[in-house]
């Protein structure tokens, strides 16, 4: 089983900018599909982007596409989410997640990935 961890959320102003890592232990990280999903208040957890194991395809929400980016380094065991031009409605709590099964394809739904981590939080202020 993999343990995952999310550093580098925080508060930033709106067009602003933050990296997020999600931290792998317990497995190698190169034999999982990885997605980033967030979750505002009062909101179901939507999908935001994810990366297949050799970071060949990827996919991206409408939402984010052109502002976000995802990537991985499986040497560190550690995907990362680069955030540009944030706005207010990207406040949320963003989790990492890991696909177990070995699947080809990434999949932008939460019944697709096993593994979770707790979260980080990213306000963007207006």
């Known amino acids: 089983q993999v343990q995952l961890v999310e550093s580098g959320g925080g508060l930033v102003q709106a067009g602003g900018s933050l990296r997020l890592a999600c931290a792998a232990s317990?497995?190698?990280?190169?034999?999982?599909?990885m997605a980033w999903f967030r979750q505002a208040p009062g909101k179901d957890r939507e999908f935001v982007t994810a990366i297949s194991r050799s970071g060949a395809n990827t996919a991206y929400a409408d939402s984010v596409k052109g502002r976000f980016t995802i990537s991985r380094d499986n040497a560190k065991n550690t995907v990362y989410l680069e955030m540009n031009s944030l706005k207010p409605e990207d406040t949320a709590l963003y989790y990492c997640?890991?696909?177990?099964?070995?699947?080809?394809?990434?999949?932008?739904?939460?019944?697709?990935?096993?593994?979770w981590g707790q979260g980080t939080q990213v306000t963007v202020s207006s």
């Open positions: 317990g497995r190698p990280l190169s034999i999982y599909n």
């Open positions: 997640a890991a696909d177990r099964t070995l699947r080809a394809s990434v999949l932008p739904t939460t019944t697709s990935y096993d593994y």
